[in-house]
């Protein structure tokens, strides 16, 4: 869609220079807490898929990378979202395939993060 649907000073500026040869660089979203999570702990398990899939789609299309974000009004403790936010990266610097990285990755974080013996 072009810049020039909207009538802001910035969107019609933009709009005015879409003709030039300006670089633009993609990124997928994924999010590691969204409505429907629970108080306490975010769904690890379909927040999992969501970021290694991003992060493996930006990875084969060849895209400037992923943002893992949070879609929640409330936040869990940074501490419940560290297994979620360490798929990303590995993946995005080829160390896994997506995968991989819900195999190997995700359950040596929840063992890290949670103190949890396996």
């Not at 649907?5 to 660089?25: K, N």
């Not at 993609?26 to 379909?46: K, Q």
């Not at 789609?57 to 360490?86: F, Y």
């Amino acid at each position: 869609m072009p810049w020039g649907a909207g009538t802001s000073p910035l969107t019609r500026e933009m709009a005015c220079s879409s003709s030039r040869a300006v670089p633009v660089f993609l990124l997928l979203c994924s999010a590691a807490r969204s409505a429907g999570d629970s108080f306490f702990l975010p769904r690890i398990a379909a927040h999992a898929d969501n970021i290694a899939g991003a992060a493996g789609k930006a990875v084969s299309a060849g895209l400037a990378g992923c943002c893992v974000t949070n879609w929640a009004i409330r936040l869990n403790t940074w501490e419940t979202q560290v297994p979620l936010l360490q798929l990303a990266p590995v993946i995005l610097r080829g160390e896994r395939t997506p995968d991989e990285a819900l195999r190997e990755v995700l359950p040596e974080e929840r063992r890290e993060a949670f103190r949890l013996i396996s």
